[in-house]
C-alpha cells in the first residue's frame, strides 16, 4: 500500500465519522422536538377544551337574574386574553411560555372567582346544565395538569440531547436551542373549587 494512502484513509474514516455523528445528532433532535410538538398539542387541546367549556358556563351564568356583571366581566376578559396568544412549540421561548402560563393563570383565577360567586345564586346551584359544566371543568383541569406535565417530561430528554457535550456542540451548527419547562402557578396542583354545598341555607 502507498504511504500517500494511509493518511487519505484516515481522513475519510474521521470524515465519515463525523458524518455519522452529525446524522445521528439531528435525526434524534428532531425526532425529540417532534415529541416535544406533540406533547404542546396535547396542551393547547386540553386549555381548548377549558375555554370552550368556560364559555357554555359563562352562557349559563348569564340567565341568572341579576348575576354580578363585574364577576361575569372579568372571566370573560381573561378567556379572550388567553385565547389570544398562540406559540409555535418549535420556537418557544421562556419568555412566551411565561407570558403563556401567566393569562392562563389569570383565567383560572378569575374562574375562581365566578365559581365562589355562584354561591350566592340558589337556582345556579341547581341548574342540572351548570352542574354538568362543573363537573367537566374539575375533569378538564386534571388534564391541562396532566398535558403540562408530559409537555416538560418531553422537553428535558431534548435539552439534554442537545445541551451535553459534544452534542452542544452540533446544536449551535444546526440552530437547535434549549425549550423552556412549564413553571408551576401558585395552587396549580389544585384544580377549582367547584364543590356547592347544597344543604347551606340560602338568605
Known sequence: ????????????????????????????????NENISESWGNVQTAYQRR??????????????????????????????????????????????????NKVQGGLSGALKSLLVTVERYPDLKANQNFLKLQDELTSTENQILTARTRFNEATKPYNNHIKTFPNSILAGLFHFESKPYFDAEVGADKAPDVKFDFNKKEN
Open 1 to 32: 500500500m502507498k504511504k500517500w494512502l494511509i493518511p487519505v484513509i484516515i481522513i475519510v474514516v474521521i470524515v465519515f465519522g463525523f458524518y455519522r455523528w452529525g446524522v445521528n445528532f439531528n435525526n434524534t433532535a428532531v425526532r425529540l
Open 51 to 100: 375555554n370552550d367549556l368556560i364559555g357554555n358556563l359563562v352562557n349559563t351564568v348569564k340567565g341568572a337574574a341579576d348575576f354580578e356583571k363585574s364577576t361575569l366581566t372579568a372571566v370573560i376578559d381573561a378567556r379572550a386574553k388567553a385565547t389570544s396568544i398562540n406559540i409555535d412549540p418549535t420556537k418557544v421561548t421562556p419568555q412566551q411560555l411565561a407570558n403563556f
